[in-house]
């Protein structure tokens, strides 16, 4: 059975740092694009981060950039997403994906993991 098994969520206060893993099991995501996406209360979910199978290429949404880095562990089978500079509005539901053609389809998802951020 393959999973995406998000962890690292919290409560942290405006200008905090948290780091979000994701584990795969099941079958190897070596060749598979990684990422991560979000959703807020009564919005739509939407990209955050993508990178890409060898983690040469990352891609980023504009209201992450510079803020968030996402990385992967291929021999471990993991996509982590470090975030500084917590904002209230990246208050969220993250979820991880997996890709094998490109984020706009991801095949895989996790059952996401919650993050608070106060003012």
């Known amino acids: 059975q393959v999973q995406l098994v998000e962890s690292g969520g919290g409560l942290v206060q405006a200008g905090g740092s948290l780091r979000l893993s994701c584990a795969a099991s099941?079958?190897?995501?070596?060749?598979?694009?990684r990422g991560w996406f979000r959703q807020a209360p009564g919005k739509e979910r939407e990209f955050v981060a993508s990178?890409?199978?060898?983690?040469?290429?990352?891609d980023y949404a504009d209201s992450v950039k510079g803020r968030f880095t996402i990385s992967r562990d291929n021999a471990k089978n993991t996509v982590s997403l470090q975030m500084n500079s917590l904002k209230p509005e990246d208050t969220a539901v993250y979820y991880c994906?997996?890709?094998?053609?490109?984020?706009?389809?991801?095949?895989?998802w996790g059952q996401g993991t919650q993050v608070t951020v106060s003012s």
């Open positions: 994906a997996a890709a094998i053609t490109n984020m706009d389809k991801p095949d895989y």
């Open positions: 099941g079958r190897s995501f070596m060749s598979y694009e």
């Open positions: 990178i890409s199978w060898g983690g040469a290429y990352t």
